[in-house]
């Protein structure tokens, strides 16, 4: 029995979740995340527990826990000039950040430098801050994925799953995405994403972003999908954090909170063959 049956849908249902990464960013991430959620199609979004503006959302969270939000885990900080360390006293997980100690800014730093047990400390903390602020998380996913940079650290993702008996997010496309081979059973709490839809970084360098995410709703498949996007918008905050770093910069999130708050998007969401998911309805299923 596939998802879609064990939510009472016929197994070729194609399923879908509009789900919003990166929440707790900036002030700028959770504005654009909030309105998302309100008046666009996101149906779906995680919150990062390390960052400085964790703290507004999960305000906002928790006043508004009908909204799907999960815990963004986080083991790395991408930017160049906006750095940001662990939930814990950097000298209580050393193996975790640079020498200011802050996060590395790459996953391979990640994979040649962190420890199981730093790894585990860190993740632990992150979720039992988040549960301090009388929030319900549905799921747990990974920031830049980096609990896939080796199988010892995937294996503490899947761990942590199983202890606080949540989802987490699972897939071929983002374990090759990292290089990983995950060819272990699922367990209970490891629901598998059957096809993830990343924004493409041709598109956005011709222009052409908006094109790409219609083009997703026509090729959905059968299983469940899920559309990963970055809202925020192209303002002085977005614009300082994300210098030198085109990729899902503040460009980039302005274009995905546009598409996904636009009528197009409402349009496409009503007349495609699609079920609408999130991590709350799946989480109702495991036993």
Request: net charge negative; aromatic share 12%.
């Amino acid at each position: 029995m596939n998802l879609a049956q064990k939510l009472g849908y016929p197994a070729n249902t194609k399923l879908l979740m509009i789900h919003a990464d990166d929440a707790g960013l900036s002030h700028s991430e959770n504005l654009a995340t909030m309105q998302s959620l309100v008046k666009g199609v996101v149906n779906s979004y995680s919150i990062m527990v390390p960052c400085p503006w964790f703290y507004e959302m999960a305000l906002w969270a928790k006043k508004h826990p009908h909204c799907d939000h999960g815990v963004h885990l986080t083991l790395t900080c991408e930017w160049e000039r906006y750095r940001f360390g662990p939930t814990l006293p950097a000298s209580e997980v050393p193996s975790l950040v640079d020498a200011n100690g802050h996060f590395y800014k790459k996953r391979e730093e990640v994979q040649q430098y962190a420890t199981v047990a730093d790894v585990k400390k860190e993740l632990t903390a992150q979720i039992e801050t988040f549960l301090s602020y009388g929030l319900t998380p549905s799921h747990l996913d990974s920031h830049m994925y980096s609990v896939g940079s080796r199988q010892d650290l995937f294996e503490v993702y899947k761990e942590l799953g199983e202890r606080y008996k949540l989802p987490i997010q699972r897939g071929r496309d983002l374990t090759d995405m990292v290089g990983l081979e995950d060819k272990e059973p699922l367990s209970v709490n490891a629901i598998p994403v059957d096809k993830v839809h990343i924004g493409d970084m041709a598109y956005f360098e011709k222009g052409k972003l908006w094109d790409y995410y219609e083009s997703v709703f026509d090729n959905l498949i059968e299983g469940f999908n899920v559309i990963l996007i970055h809202t925020a918008f192209d303002d002085m905050e977005m614009q300082g954090i994300t210098v030198n770093h085109p990729n899902f910069g503040a460009a980039w999130r302005q274009i995905d909170y546009d598409f996904f708050t636009s009528e197009l998007a409402k349009k496409l969401v009503d007349s495609t063959a699609i079920q609408l998911v999130n991590w709350t309805t799946i989480q109702k299923i495991l036993v």
